[in-house]
């Protein structure tokens, strides 16, 4: 159901597109530069950084399994995450959620479930009806039109076989697993798409963990002393899976000719694919749990090369390889290159990487007061959002531990945890207080994936996140009224970057398939402008080399563009 | 602080606090550290009982439950007693549980506001806590009893830089390097001791300049880092990433492996970083 407030109509040509593009979208008298705070009288109101938790009048009433609880092994900490998809079509967000199972029946778990957004933030569970029966451990999931048939489908990363949900466009799913060769035998964690060859359809790469005998569990270990589950230092890692569209639905599984084999395994938990040294070739990022995370640079013919060992973006200032739970990416410090967030273990800070023109990665941390402060926190899901919409990117990390047995006495750190909202200033993220931010701040839980989209429509970035054996919650954004623009990308959109300058700022943005934690979000640009603002310039730089100009673009509407 | 003072400050002998390290003149780069109104030397603490210098004993030899249950037996006899909070707290503090000993810290504090080796403690644990504000004003009260302690200056470097204040804690690791310099002329053999911390606030400015895209600067001060104390392995590994950067590929590689078999060594013998 569509309640979007900005306009979104569909306009066929544009003389100002280049790269046979077409945009979407109001589009009035396109004639000179985009326009921000030229507007006399016209003010804005202050913004605002605040949510609301809104899951009771949502409709959504769903708990997650992922174990039993106290938890004893580690494949029951580890939860999921959950994707935030169109999947009928009618213009707004749908929620899938994977959900796990138990260890004494990881393949007959409660099953996975699709919430349809009916609009106004009322959802509607529609599971049955769209004939999801995937009860199987799952995990993560992203969301993407792998076919090309124009309908969003769902890979869903699992403790054993993976699943490929086919979405048939009427409302449904098929799992087109076995068809499609894209298995698997791992406990996969996260999964990304992308054009890794160039060669126009969305190849996949799959992250995974640890090899764990769920028949023969590994015996306790501990940790400051007391008592944990063993993990997953001490197990063995288990190797990540590529895949390459072959086209027809299927798939082919990459081998030791990508160079990626030629690294040890490592503990996967999170990837993400993008072009990060803008060569006009999809990398892939792999976070990794105990280890050192990797970059492997795409050349585009199936070869890869792993960077992040030499180029400083692999472990933090200090050497030391962390725990990367969540990552997430924006442009910090505005040179056009993306940034890399990674939330971590406890004991340890979260990580802000600045891309120096995809050459060298600078940890700066502490200079933008990422550091101590989440020193106590487990991380997982996060994500960069203009969530106020006043012309830059905050930060959202959500928090959790995985020992049911950790307090502030004996870890110093809480089983749950409260979520972090960094506003984002000139120099430096601060943390909003739940004063400022809303009660949902104060509010402890054991949160794991996160994704990040305009549920309601209003030009805002809402969130739905998953706790491990909790709700589902969804964080109405309470952004005030401020100019906004989302840009919508169509066909093989996924690795794009979306450039929009008001005049006296350019800001990038990336559509990239993976990211948060084990999520798929919105993949969709969403920015806002400190000045009040009419109209800017988008430039969209698609993963195939085109480049597509809109130089006058109204404000407070999602644009819709196509590079067909 | 030094191990004399650490020592005197438990009441198990050692030196004067207040006359190990001269008071150094502020010098212009270090203005805008806040100045703090001089405190009069607090009397040295009474000497550690017997029992509790049998629960330091063992908290030195590592046997951290030992050492807590005679300073908890200690502490049920002598209700609050500082210097058996103080013990109690360090037994957490030394296996790492800072949530722990905080409040041990806080109550020995609370028994005795003079009894200033606790500040430092308590700042060190509210820091890894990620409680910036409270480990400030703890390291301040710490340093108003003992001004001239370069550590000290070294740890609200750090904090400042966690509150992007780059330019105080660029002041305070100068003036931890002073008071080295300091240090150096007056007390030889404990400026002798202090190396692994010299080496860290040289690593620490390096880390500053490495974060501001200053990576001559940041290979200066890594590279006397490493030099003054080889031990401090981290400084290895950012110094092989400034090295990088400044196209020093061969050194950057050298400073890299040095990181690596050094990190290796550590794990391999159980003593990871």
């Known amino acids: ?564 | 602080m030094g191990l004399a003072c650490l020592l005197l400050s438990l009441g198990l002998g050692g030196c004067d606090p207040s006359a190990e390290v001269p008071v150094p003149e502020s010098s212009s780069s270090a203005s805008s550290i806040p100045a703090l109104a001089a405190r009069p030397t607090p009397p040295p603490p009474a000497p550690l009982p017997a029992a509790l210098r049998s629960a330091y004993r063992d908290l030195s030899a590592g046997q951290f439950e030992r050492g807590r249950s005679a300073a908890q037996a200690y502490l049920a006899l002598h209700p609050g007693d500082a210097q058996a909070n103080l013990m109690i707290g360090l037994s957490f503090f030394k296996a790492d549980n800072h949530g722990a000993a905080r409040p041990y810290f806080e109550a020995a504090l609370e028994a005795d506001p003079e009894y200033y080796i606790t500040y430092d403690y308590l700042a060190e644990a509210c820091f890894l806590l990620g409680e910036l504000e409270a480990a400030r004003a703890h390291y301040h009260s710490f340093r108003s009893f003992v001004p001239g302690e370069p550590r000290t200056y070294v740890r609200l470097g750090v904090i400042e830089l966690e509150q992007s204040r780059p330019e105080l804690a660029a002041a305070y690791f100068r003036e931890a390097l002073s008071l080295f310099d300091a240090l150096q002329h007056s007390d030889p053999r404990s400026y002798g001791r202090q190396q692994p911390e010299l080496a860290s606030a040289h690593a620490r400015m390096g880390e500053l300049h490495f974060a501001a895209g200053e990576y001559e600067l940041a290979r200066t001060e890594l590279e006397q880092a490493t030099g003054i104390w080889p031990g401090n392995i981290s400084a290895f590994y950012t110094l092989s990433q400034v090295y990088r950067r400044l196209g020093e590929d061969e050194l950057a590689d050298g400073a890299a492996r040095h990181y690596e078999s050094e990190r290796q060594q550590r794990i391999d013998g159980g003593t990871p970083k």
Not at chain 1, 517 to 532: L, Q, V
């Open chain 1, 1 to 564: 159901m569509k309640r979007f407030r900005g306009f979104r109509q569909r306009i066929r040509s544009s003389p100002y597109a280049g790269s046979r593009s077409r945009i979407w979208g109001w589009l009035p008298v396109v004639l000179c530069a985009a326009s921000c705070g030229s507007s006399e009288g016209t003010t804005l109101p202050p913004a605002r950084l605040h949510f609301t938790d809104v899951t009771a009048s949502t409709g959504i009433d769903f708990v997650t399994t992922f174990g039993q609880e106290p938890a004893t092994q580690i494949l029951e900490v580890k939860g999921g995450g959950l994707a935030l998809l169109d999947y009928d079509g009618d213009g707004d967000l749908d929620i899938f959620v994977p959900n796990g199972a138990t260890m004494a029946k990881p393949e007959e778990g409660p099953g996975c479930r699709l919430f349809e957004n009916q609009g106004g933030l009322r959802f509607r569970d529609s599971t049955k009806a769209a004939k999801l029966q995937l009860t199987r451990w799952g995990a993560g999931v992203t969301a993407a039109d792998y076919d090309g048939d124009g309908h969003v489908d769902l890979y869903v990363a699992c403790f054993g076989s993976n699943a490929l949900l086919r979405n048939l466009g009427n409302g449904s799913f098929e799992d087109v697993t076995e068809q499609a060769g894209v298995a698997g035998q791992s406990w996969s964690i996260a999964a990304a798409f992308g054009d890794l060859d160039g060669d126009g359809d969305l190849d996949l790469f799959v992250t995974n963990y640890i090899d764990f005998d769920i028949a023969h569990p590994p015996a306790p270990s501990s940790f400051k002393g007391a008592p944990v589950f063993t993990g997953p230092m001490g197990l063995i890692p288990a190797a990540d899976d590529v895949y390459e569209n072959i086209g027809h639905g299927r798939f082919r599984k990459r081998g030791p000719e990508t160079g990626l084999e030629a690294q040890p395994p490592a503990f996967g938990l999170g990837t993400l694919i993008l072009d990060f040294d803008r060569d006009g070739h999809q990398d892939i990022f792999v976070g990794n749990d105990s280890m050192g995370n990797q970059l492997f640079l795409g050349r585009g013919d199936w070869t890869f090369k792993e960077v992040a060992k030499t180029n400083g973006l692999g472990v933090n200032v200090y050497g030391s390889a962390q725990s990367t739970m969540g990552i997430a990416i924006g442009d910090v410090n505005g040179n056009g290159f993306p940034d890399v967030f990674t939330s971590n273990f406890s004991n340890d800070t979260n990580t802000l990487h600045i891309n120096r023109e995809g050459r060298f990665y600078d940890d700066v941390t502490a200079r933008f007061g990422l550091g101590m402060v989440a020193f106590p926190y487990v991380g997982w899901a996060s994500g960069f959002y203009d969530f106020d919409l006043d012309g830059d990117e905050d930060l959202m990390v959500f928090n959790g531990h995985v020992y049911p047995n950790a307090t502030c006495e004996v870890m110093d750190a809480e089983f749950k945890e409260p979520a972090l909202l960094y506003r984002k200033g000139q120099e430096r993220f601060s943390l909003v207080n739940a004063m400022e931010g809303g009660d949902w701040l104060e509010s402890l839980h054991c949160d794991r994936g996160a994704a990040f989209g305009d549920l309601d429509g209003d030009g805002d970035v809402d969130v739905v996140v998953l706790e491990l054996n909790g709700p589902l919650r969804v964080l109405r954004n309470d952004a005030l009224q401020r100019n906004w623009l989302a840009v919508e990308l169509e066909g093989a959109a996924l690795g794009s970057r979306v450039r929009v300058s008001d005049g006296a700022q350019t800001q990038s943005r990336w559509i990239a398939s993976g990211g948060s934690f084990a999520s798929s979000s919105e993949t969709a640009a969403h920015f806002g402008f400190e000045a009040p603002c009419e109209s800017v310039r988008v430039e969209v730089l698609w993963p195939n080399g085109k480049t597509s100009v809109f130089p006058k673009v109204p404000t407070n509407q999602r644009l819709r563009a196509s590079s067909d």
